[in-house]
């Protein structure tokens, strides 16, 4: 059987999560090719240590080039924060190596271009991981909208409440342009970003508003320290889809007692479907076709044998958590590597994406409509074709 | 007892439970002078002497001119659509009656200019129909913000989901520009600009984006002709607010299955505050103020001594209704009245609404931001003072 | 035009809304007979005189003998707490007058036993005031239960919950069994015994616990004395129906937090219907014939023209609120009478949910299955035959 | 490091969970020594062969009596029907093999008191694997209750709704009593049985009703034979407790449209706590100590670090699943074994439970009030002493 070696950089947060992901994806999935985790990657080794053996490592490393040198890892998986997301994916193109990168794909669009070029340039395969298109109730969502169910798509409405009110909350780099690229926007707009386009599609021009409230957070280190925020707080903005949609948009960090909390909708001609990412296992689905005593939305239980993943991952209606979409994601991962294709969501999904974070970024700073440059992204892709073999 | 004497223009939908609120007021207010209901106007004779009879008024009258006209009316409420409201404001306000007018004040700015200059003019006292300023738990909202219990504002969120898809739905004066002055906009967002004014503050500029899906509806007579939509079937847009608060906005009309369901949030130093249209009875309210271990949304019935109106509409926390909020509006209204004080939404609130209104509009229109001229209301009543006795 | 002239006993609370439902209802139904506010009755008289204004009754008396004298008086409502209900009735009946009496009926089966008779005795018209029969999607459960779309009943479930644990509540009639018959299960499981009624039908036996958990409160006077509470706080009770479905009942004032919630639920061979008294709007239906990938509970706005009051109590699914269920009770009460006919929820339903609550007290105190008499009712009423016309 | 080496019986759905809980649960959690998932165990070699390789396991085996003679195993996971634990269990005892065994735990009490005898007997270690104790809001409820936050306990409200109502689901162990003991009781009721326990205490005694609705399901072979269902579809009871507060439970297959969704509440004097099974990722709490302008039932994210597992597995409250009750559950298996302790939720809550469920089945059998024979349990472990070491 064909192995699919793993060197995956930043055993932290969501790099836990992917771990999980890998080392119990069988348990659900069948696939033609078995991971092995191979190597950890991280800077403190005390605790890098312990993470690679409790997460199932066969070894930990602290030097992420050593990793993409070694000969016995054809995938390296980027859980590293966006200011390494660059240079780690182009130095484990060159090598040859697949890549899966964590979102967002990089700080700005000239960042993704780089890293398109490269796994264009060097034939391998990528995926950015918006883990989001692994819930099973936003890929029924998708069907439904691909088959005509709620007919002509005539609005998005999204919005991702978080709650980091807190002052105490150490200036991390989340809360640095440098090392995020921006925000609240880079964080957890870029999520919504890409389920507009998975369910909706491209942007067309945006306007935005954006604003800091929270000015000042307390440094890292020294401990103690006041620091400078330079990141967003939140962002609110409108949209005009290319296909005649028309949209809004919003991520906060300031939305006090709502914990990642975000809700998608898409409005069409004859219905509505409405998601909610505190109820994972339930998709809002409204029908004109219902006779009119008995219509109303339905709330589908995503768990009958019809249903996306529903048999493997949430048999009858189970409710299923964060958790599960990292074995999800793991996956389409490993099945397209195994099979020989890219991953659906490539780092196509993630260039395009930026192109609308940057965009936002333009449209609140310069105090205009704005238009994503998703152009630059398919020029890179006519010239490189697909993924090429190895 | 003092008696206030009442004539109500336009009988239909909006005018059935503004009589409900004069004929009810007293069963659960005490009010120091008594509605009178003396005249129904209306232009189906038929129906409006039925409806006359139905509602509890004295009489009937297929001409507005005539009731302004008359001696023993006080009061002129204007439920017409809303082309009518400039003439029979400026009308009855020349002939000296106290006015309420239905919500949007007018179709324009302009419009709504003029009839705030004749009220202050004739010193005559006036009222905006914004019934959801009458939402106990609305007016809870407003006493939590005041009172600094949510620190300071920081972001606004609000939306209004509605559903005409139905093709079959005649085009009736609601998707008529010069009846109505907009689509959704001036139907459904005009509660959400008023809510936003009451519990944030004023709005600094705006940028929107608006479109019609449904081109074409049936026109009312000749029956079964086309005729074209100008008004916009759903608008989005995002707002900066004098006192440094973002916020969004959205009303829509081809939200399928949400039926005049409207949310409002806004977002603090400290805390939340939310509303649902459809849960009349509730606030969900949070505050950092919370041991961290018990802390999250509070689901408030409002129905405390505490809580405004409390013990009077919804003692316990009984289930109030849309009706309901008519008494309470009647309340508003004619307490203002027999105590001799101009009604606190008056048309200055109304004419704000329609400056916000008129700059979401234009800023569709042009693609651009766009500032609210709140300063032309401002001089009107700068130069006008309050209402002046008679 | 035909009036119907009414004479009220019990001006407090519940008084006051069956005041504000015959004042309003022409404006929401057409009647062919006018109701006539006559008189209001109560003990105290400056109190009283306040109310009568208030409400719109011509006149008021502080002696409920003297109104069923009166000529002018064709229907008594009777408002009062439950110890007064059979003496009144009695009275009305022998005196000609048409009755409707507050839920519960009487304390005790035999007291209701005895109103039964007297007003087949004497012949008069007679309703219960079960007035959760009148919300609109109580009425859609009743008919997708009777045309079979959710098949053959299986299960109901109800409980009501309320929150009366403040120890600073006076001990009110509410607390004495002398007055109420008995506590939670008179006050608010009445309603849910009816409810069974409507939807599922008759009861075979039950089983039940019930509880004093607040044994003392203080005395209404004299102020600050303790008095014994002898009526239960909660009861729960379990039930056999005669057609083979089985089902349980909740009745509880020590839900903290919970505010006259009342949830009820049938489950059928083919789907179910559950209702929730704090939505009143909406109608939750699951029915097995929606196709698999759509399948889900329905959340029905109830205000379509097929709806039950559709049209005219709730157009587009608006929020109706507790108040509006007595606009639609005293039309489905004046409305039988204009038309000559006995009110569908008469005092036979008023009996044989007494006769339910007895056996549910009865089972509680033997601890023991226990039937209830409903053979008692229907001798009395094959033996009276249907309200014979005056 | 200690190793505790596995071999579980039963490879399908619960086998699977219980799997992931080994594989993931020191990605989450330290513990004092490594679970080595040594063999599993089933009857079809072909699935059984491809599930070890997917879950992880070192190798299978057809004979479940073989992996309790291997000396390379510590623990036995009993996740078969419940027609077979008892023998599994007892032989496991005597090889001296700790054990967890999936819930209910016997078929029926004797069966549970010979388990019990068996594990005092040989002084192994034993779990009954109620995995609803491993939620972290359930853990909370816990704290909140045990610390009086809720005041003395007064009712207990639980209800778990399942949907089996499909005809064509074919007649499986579920349906069989000599296979399962029960039918919705064992199967869902005992998970409330437990929490009840767990979160309330004992229970004193219980009146029941249960039914067989669909009466023939299609046998699993010869396929399409009808055969008759002897286990009850649906069960409800109410019971006193033995500390005088009273509750209802109520367990049903027959619940068109819920999938495994139960609920449960605890009325106190000072407040209440309930959680829904379909949101694992809160806990809603309402005390009588909030001002009463800010009053109303908490939703708490579950998830800060003052609650139970919370900065481990829902860091910042992020949604949790089914699954990942099954890791909780490993640790809290291998903590308690690495430590050299007894499990908190024993066989001990294993027979408690099941001497309830006896009681049930009694009592719905004879239609009287019935009582857990508790004081068997507690003879076995007055006898037996906690588990002796090995």
Same mark, same amino acid.
């Given at each position: 059987?064909?192995? /699919? ?47 690679? !053996? +409790?997460?199932?490592?066969?070894? =930990? ?38 890549? /899966? ?9 000239? &960042?993704?271009? &780089? ?7 060097? +034939?391998?395969? =990528? ?20 088959? +005509?169910?709620?007919?002509? #798509? ?52 945006? @306007? ?39 949209? @809004? ?5 300031? $939305? ?6 975000? &809700? ?8 509505? #479907? ?6 994972? =296992?339930? !998709? &809002? ?21 019809? =249903? ?19 074995? /999800?994601?793991?996956?389409?991962? !490993? ?25 936002? !970024?333009?449209? $609140? ?14 020029? /890179? ?10």
């Amino acid at each position: 059987v064909k192995e /699919i070696r793993i060197g995956l950089v930043g055993y932290r947060g969501i790099g836990k999560v992917h771990s999980l992901g890998y080392r119990s994806v069988r348990t659900f999935f069948h696939l033609d090719a078995v991971p092995v985790m191979k190597v950890l990657c991280g800077r403190d080794e005390e605790a890098l240590k312990k993470a690679a !053996l +409790g997460y199932g490592w066969e070894s =930990h490393s602290v030097d992420w080039r050593e990793i993409i040198r070694r000969k016995d890892v054809d995938l390296i998986d980027i859980c590293t924060p966006p200011f390494n997301h660059n240079e780690i994916a182009k130095e484990a193109a060159k090598a040859g190596k697949d890549i /899966i990168c964590e979102k967002p794909l990089a700080r700005s669009l000239p &960042e993704a271009l &780089e890293m398109l070029e490269a796994v264009y340039e060097h +034939g391998v395969r =990528h995926m950015t991981a918006f883990n989001y298109r692994c819930v099973p109730a936003v890929r029924l969502a998708k069907e439904l909208i691909d088959s +005509g169910e709620i007919g002509e #798509v005539f609005q998005w409405r999204a919005h991702w409440l978080s709650d980091l009110l807190d002052p105490a909350l150490p200036l991390s780099w989340f809360y640095q342009k440098e090392k995020s690229g921006s925000g609240a926007l880079q964080d957890i707009g870029s999520h919504l970003v890409d389920l507009a386009h998975y369910l909706v599609g491209p942007v067309e021009e945006v @306007s935005a508003v954006s604003q800091i409230f929270i000015p000042e957070r307390l440094a890292e280190k020294p401990a103690g320290d006041k620091k400078k925020v330079d990141v967003e707080d939140a962002v609110q903005f409108i949209a005009r889809f290319s296909n005649g949609a028309m949209g @809004s948009f919003e991520a906060s960090r300031v $939305a006090g007692g709502y914990r990642d909390e975000f &809700e998608i909708q898409v409005n069409g001609s004859k219905g509505t #479907v409405r998601f909610n990412s505190k109820v994972l =296992h339930k !998709l &809002e689905f409204y029908t004109t076709e219902d006779e009119k005593k008995r219509r109303g939305p339905h709330s589908i239980f995503v768990g009958n044998e019809q =249903h996306p993943y529903g048999e493997t991952m949430c048999p009858y209606g189970e409710v299923i958590g964060r958790n599960d979409l990292f074995i /999800i994601q793991a996956y389409e991962l !490993l099945n397209a590597l195994a099979k020989g294709v890219n991953p659906a969501t490539s780092f196509l999904e993630g260039a395009r994406c930026q192109a609308v974070l940057d965009a936002v !970024l333009g449209s $609140a700073r310069r105090h205009e409509w704005s238009k994503p440059e998703y152009a630059r992204i398919e020029q /890179i892709k006519a010239r490189g074709g697909t993924a090429r073999g190895r």
